[in-house]
């Protein structure tokens, strides 16, 4: 019996996806598709699952969208259906992609080798980024004559600004997991070697921190990106506020006392 193309895995607190079509590059079928979906909302509403991890199995984390499968659906035939089609989203990602950046947990995607397309936008919904260091990076879009259309474009642009964005979107060019990095796509680059354990290592230390504070930093960071400078301030005092006033803050600040204390 063959394995589902997406598993999923818990591991204390951490909720594990991995894309499991290696024969096929991992692209990123319907059946994937909806499986992060539904993983998403089982993420989102359950207070024990506090990361989530996206990586994949074999030489490429993935290929990008399957054409092949994304592009079935009842559209008739008329062009006029079909673009209802797409836009419903059946030909695109644009809802599953809002709802990652909208859960208020922390998503972590590993590219443990070449990332392409619709699963390089996917990543760019992600909290972070981790590659190894065979990692690749393109949006071959241009090349079928249409670009990201998924959020990666506006994603891509806001993320590394549009001198960088043209070398994906416009150019269709590769860069390795270095460039990437040194463009701010990336969080950290690590050995090949030393991958997953430092991956795992990494969604350990994020699972370890306190949920609401998480929550409330992932809320204002998004918040304030696009905000004019006093504005961004008064959502960060705001936010804060809440915090320090809260039940979490203060169990962490008399724990931390008691600590110091007995040291003395």
């Known amino acids: 019996m063959s394995e589902p193309d997406l598993l999923r895995k818990e591991r204390g607190a951490i909720l594990e996806l991995v894309l499991n079509r290696p024969a096929k590059y991992n692209a990123i079928n319907m059946a994937i598709a909806d499986g992060i979906a539904d993983a998403l909302d089982v993420f989102r509403d359950r207070r024990d699952l506090r990361v989530l991890l996206i990586r994949a199995n074999g030489k490429y984390f993935s290929a990008g969208a399957d054409l092949t499968d994304i592009q079935k659906g009842d559209t008739a035939g008329s062009s006029s259906n079909e673009r209802t089609w797409y836009r419903r989203g059946r030909g695109s990602f644009h809802s599953m992609f809002d709802e990652m950046e909208a859960i208020e947990k922390p998503i972590v995607v590993a590219h443990q080798g070449p990332c392409f397309g619709g699963a390089f936008e996917m990543s760019l919904s ?26 990666g474009t506006s994603r891509l642009t806001r993320l590394i600004g549009p001198h960088w964005a043209r070398w994906f979107v416009l150019a269709g060019a590769t860069a390795s997991a270095q460039q990437a990095l040194s463009m701010g796509l990336l969080h950290d680059v690590f050995s090949d ?59 962490l600040i008399a724990a931390m006392i008691e600590k110091l204390s007995k040291k003395k």
């Open 126 to 151: 992600c909290d972070f980024r981790l590659a190894a260091s065979s990692a690749t990076y393109r949006m071959p879009e241009i090349d079928i004559g249409c670009i990201p259309g998924s959020g």
């Open 193 to 251: 070697e030393d991958f997953g354990a430092r991956v795992e290592a990494f969604c350990e230390k994020l699972a370890s921190l306190p949920p609401e504070a998480v929550a409330i930093s992932k809320l204002t960071i998004e918040l304030t990106a696009d905000l004019e400078r006093q504005q961004a301030r008064n959502v960060e005092r705001l936010a804060n506020s809440i915090l320090f006033l809260g039940d979490e803050h203060r169990s």
